[in-house]
């Protein structure tokens, strides 16, 4: 699976995605904001956590039940609210896509990485675990902790994603401004 720096830097987009940003927003409501797209977008690996509370084991569920479209759309309905009540400027349709969207793109990174068991994209439909044939990460080696060259090659690997994410989330803000038209404080 990838590292928390795969998953997190889908965040980066999260905010050019849906707009609907306040010209003064406060700024503890735009950090919390902020906190709940990446919690968002991390929230399918809470399984490991519930492995570890229920059974001592953290990884030998993870990756099934939590990581399917079913919990997806069930995770956007319900952290919708959340997103709403920290950003009341957006529209209650976006935010139950925008929770959808980032719990979705974790399950989708997940099954792009190399040597994985895959993910229970389908369950409760089918117990099967789905991986793709495309590789996008080298993936977290947990099973080999001592593995600093496997762990510096996952860094570099997903670093290079976050800087990609980065680059087509400043894209996609200048393409929406140009779109826009200029500011009342550019003209």
Known sequence: MPSPIAHAS???IADSAIGDRPRAEALWRRAAFGLAVVFACGAPDLDIIAGWVLIGDGFTHHGAYSHSFA??????????PIFR????????????VLGWGLYAAHIVMDTLIYDTRGV???????PDRFASPIVLFVGVEYGQWWRWDLHLLTVLNEGAFAVLVLWLSKAATAARRRKAGPTHAER
């Open 10 to 12: 889908i965040a980066l």
């Open 71 to 80: 919990c997806a759309v069930i995770f956007g309905l319900v952290f919708a």
């Open 85 to 96: 009540w920290l950003r009341p400027t957006i529209r209650i349709g976006r935010a139950i």
């Open 120 to 126: 229970g994209l389908l369950w409760p439909l089918l």
